[in-house]
């Protein structure tokens, strides 16, 4: 089992809001990740960190911003969402091993009205 | 970064072997072969990874072409349960991941 937690599940806000998905972790891990998949596609890094005060922006291009204060705690925000914004948000941790698993959340589908 | 290539969908019968391939004929020698694979409404998981030699644990078997180019991640007994969309991924050696769009794997009963 993964101890890695994603709330909300699911989330539907209008445009124009502010809203910040939550990723925790319990296991210990230095990096995280976000990735963003839309149905039936394949998943895009959009932010990943190495350990407390890292953050760095993946191969996809996103409004959202993130932050890692603590080692199990990597929080993303979208300061103002839009329809375009719509998509299911993926986070991941992963040991310092290099060939290290990634521990995926259930996922946070979003939907911007 | 090296990618990978794999078919769409796949089908098979319950109770029978899978075969799932994998093209990655521009890998290098450093790149681990990781496979994962994400049921519906769910974030992926975890299934095996190898670097040259051929894999065995509790969910599948990897195995590895001498000259690295491909790989097959075989499922030895699937079940109704083992229906999910496998990818498989290049791990280069800055940790990131380059995800395809994976098959699709139907398991008829």
């Known amino acids: 089992e993964a101890d890695i937690y994603q709330t909300p599940r699911y989330l539907v806000i209008g445009t124009g809001k502010k809203i910040t998905l939550e990723c925790s972790q319990t296991?210990?891990?230095?990096?995280m990740y976000w990735y963003q998949q839309d149905p039936g596609m394949e998943l895009h890094l959009i932010h990943y960190s190495y350990g407390v005060n890292s953050t760095e922006k993946g191969d996809l291009s996103s409004e959202s911003t993130v932050s890692r204060i603590r080692t199990e705690h990597f929080p993303l925000t979208l300061e103002s969402a839009r329809p375009s914004h719509t998509s299911q948000y993926l986070c991941a941790s992963s040991d310092g091993r290099s060939t290290g698993e990634l521990f995926f959340g259930e996922g946070s589908r979003l939907t911007v009205l | 970064d090296a990618k990978t290539t794999q078919p769409n969908s796949m089908e098979s019968n319950e109770e029978e072997p899978v075969h799932l391939p994998c093209n990655h004929s521009?890998?290098?020698?450093?790149?681990?072969i990781h496979w994962y694979r994400q049921l519906p409404s769910q974030g992926p998981e975890y299934v095996i990874h190898g670097l040259t030699s051929n894999v065995n644990n509790r969910m599948a078997s990897l195995a590895i072409a001498e000259d690295r180019k491909s790989s097959t991640l075989i499922l030895h007994r699937a079940t109704l349960r083992d229906a999910a969309v496998y990818y498989c991924?290049?791990?280069?050696?800055?940790?990131?991941?380059?995800w395809g769009a994976g098959t699709k794997l139907i398991i008829k009963p």
């Open positions: 521009t890998i290098s020698g450093t790149d681990y």
């Open positions: 991924i290049l791990r280069a050696s800055n940790y990131q991941l380059i």
């Open positions: 296991m210990g891990h230095d990096k």
